[in-house]
């Protein structure tokens, strides 16, 4: 199947703000999950920042995008070594609050051989994020292309960045992670809506596993206001409308690899990417799913997110045409 010719190759950097919580996730690589009194042993280490936000941030950063990102974290060791990571990647942190008395949320992950995980929060300040980022970054705020929120911040936070946002004009994506935190009275005020089958069933109660399930779940979500929404499906590729464009179906890529939960917040990195490239929809998608295959790829994420180059081999390898 013939794909659209990809244009995307650019020196535009777009500025995009992301607003999310903040923490440090120890990830350990085991051969399956453990049953109940079972010891497992880990083949990989992996510690560095974590949390859905944060990847999409750093996703968005190789991708070469202007990015600041704005969260809480302790005043403590752990915070620090945080901030320093993230300025590794050259995402911008200087607007990130510093919490006294606080300590930094620590998430422990264990990864299978099928690419499938599992998490345990140790949770901290994140989840208390206050407003004190956004008045800090409002200037910054003011000048960037896109917003992009995750809903695991206290709602009125989360409520208070969509408002500032649409102040300056500003159009804002939002992750629906997790989906019981996503507050259903601002989906009308969402530019777009990004979901896995998992948030999708959460959100419309509607399996989304299928062409003409995730069909049927974006529709409802487009009934509930949002301008556009996206499902991203792992292996099976993506699917995606908005209020101007009939549900379309992207095909996923050949190669046969596991696709851990990084790659949904690479494919929405590379969305965002694409669309304030000034890309149409159908080829944003197509991008971010192609950004979510070179992530998949790569192996370890949390040391090397796919930039442009990777991305468009990740398309000359699974589709018939390439940008140039």
Do not use: W
């Not at 974290?73 to 607007?95: E, F, K, M």
């Not at 930039?307 to 398309?315: E, G, I, W």
């Amino acid at each position: 199947m013939k794909m659209l010719k990809m244009k995307l190759q650019t020196t535009h950097k777009p500025h995009i703000a992301v607003v999310g919580g903040a923490c440090v996730e120890m990830s350990f690589s085991v051969p399956s999950f453990p049953s109940q009194g079972e010891t497992v042993y880990s083949r990989a280490l992996l510690n560095g920042p974590g949390g859905r936000a944060i990847a999409v941030a750093s996703d968005l950063a190789a991708l070469g995008c202007r990015v600041f990102f704005l969260s809480s974290v302790g005043l403590d060791q752990t915070g620090s070594q945080l901030i320093a990571d993230l300025q590794a990647r050259r995402v911008n942190v200087d607007h990130v609050e510093r919490v006294e008395n606080a300590r930094t949320d620590v998430t422990h992950s264990l990864r299978d051989e099928q690419g499938g995980g599992a998490r345990v929060i140790s949770g901290g300040v994140f989840s208390n994020m206050s407003r004190t980022p956004l008045f800090s970054a409002r200037a910054l705020i003011s000048a960037c292309e896109l917003m992009i929120v995750a809903p695991d911040i206290p709602e009125d936070t989360f409520k208070f960045a969509v408002d500032m946002a649409h102040h300056y004009g500003v159009p804002v994506m939002a992750l629906a992670s997790p989906p019981d935190r996503l507050p259903a009275a601002l989906i009308p005020q969402l530019d777009a809506l990004i979901v896995n089958a998992a948030e999708a069933l959460a959100l419309t109660h509607i399996k989304a596993d299928s062409l003409d399930g995730a069909n049927e779940a974006l529709n409802f979500l487009l009934k509930r206001g949002a301008g556009s929404a996206a499902i991203y499906l792992g292996r099976q590729g993506a699917a995606a409308s908005s209020a101007l464009r009939a549900s379309l179906f992207f095909p996923p890529p050949m190669s046969k690899i596991p696709f851990p939960a990084d790659s949904e917040d690479a494919f929405a990195a590379g969305l965002a990417f694409a669309l304030t490239s000034g890309a149409p929809l159908p080829e944003a998608v197509t991008f971010a799913v192609a950004n979510s295959f070179a992530t998949a790829a790569a192996g370890s994420p949390a040391k090397d997110f796919p930039t442009q180059a990777a991305v468009s081999l990740s398309l000359k390898i699974n589709y018939d045409e390439v940008s140039t």
